[in-house]
T-cell receptor
Framework: KAGVTQTPRYLIKTRGQQVTLSCSPI?????VSWYQQTPGQGLQFLFE???????NKGNFPGRFSGRQFSNSRSEMNVSTLELGDSALYLC??????????????FGPGTRLTVL | AQRVTQPEKLLSVFKGAPVELKCNYS??????LFWYVQYSRQRLQLLLR??SRESIKGFTADLNKGETSFHLKKPFAQEEDSAMYYC????????????FGRGTSLIVHP
């Protein structure tokens, strides 16, 4: 099976702009989670989608949003970008939701730089 | 709020030496703990989870609820074990908010 794919891999934006990142899960996986990874804060959970519904959400402002399509592909949107949004954004998929014991498969990440 | 602490940012050992990567957590409920690993130029991947009580690549981890710890151990380190290791806490009971530690970089010297 093909692994989790994320596009684009690298992105440069300026403050105030908005950005959309895309994640395609492993075929058959219905849960997609998003994480932000920075040197200062480490790996932080953003949100999880399952069957097109947001099931869980981390402690991030409303500028961070996402959605999931019927084919389980997911997008994450960040509006009004700030310098502090520069990070590696990781997507992970798993077979089911409330995946406290389910293995997550991670994508390679999208490196976002905000200037 | 739940928290995961990995006190060592870097752990450097020689091949064949025992390895222990520390992980402490704070959570009042029933935790579900995991270790993830990221090898150089590879993706983050699950190494092991406490519920499985398994040994992966010679690594084991025991959940100690009294000490709120989930240390990762291997009796004899190999050079290919060099990687970044993350301890993670997933809440049980339906709320899925995974919390990761900051990670420990393990370097195994020949």
């Amino acid at each position: 099976k093909a692994g989790v794919t994320q596009t684009p891999r690298y992105l440069i934006k300026t403050r105030g702009q908005q950005v959309t990142l895309s994640c395609s899960p492993i075929s058959g996986h219905r849960s997609v989670s998003w994480y932000q990874q920075t040197p200062g804060q480490g790996l932080q959970f953003l949100f999880e989608y399952f069957s097109e519904t947001q099931r869980n959400k981390g402690n991030f402002p409303g500028r961070f949003s996402g959605r999931q399509f019927s084919n389980s592909r997911s997008e994450m949107n960040v509006s009004t970008l700030e310098l502090g949004d520069s990070a590696l954004y990781l997507c992970a998929s798993s077979t089911t939701t409330s995946g406290s014991t389910n293995e997550q498969f991670f994508g390679p990440g999208t490196r976002l730089t905000v200037l | 709020a739940q928290r995961v602490t990995q006190p060592e940012k870097l752990l450097s050992v020689f091949k064949g030496a025992p390895v222990e990567l520390k992980c402490n957590y704070s959570y009042s409920g029933s935790p579900e703990l995991f270790w993830y690993v990221q090898y150089s130029r590879q993706r983050l991947q699950l190494l092991l989870r406490h519920i499985s009580r398994e040994s992966i690549k010679g690594f084991t981890a025991d959940l100690n609820k009294g000490e709120t710890s989930f240390h990762l151990k291997k009796p004899f380190a190999q050079e290919e074990d060099s990687a970044m290791y993350y301890c993670a806490l997933h809440l049980s009971g339906g709320s899925y908010i995974p919390t990761f530690g900051r990670g420990t970089s393990l370097i195994v010297h020949p």
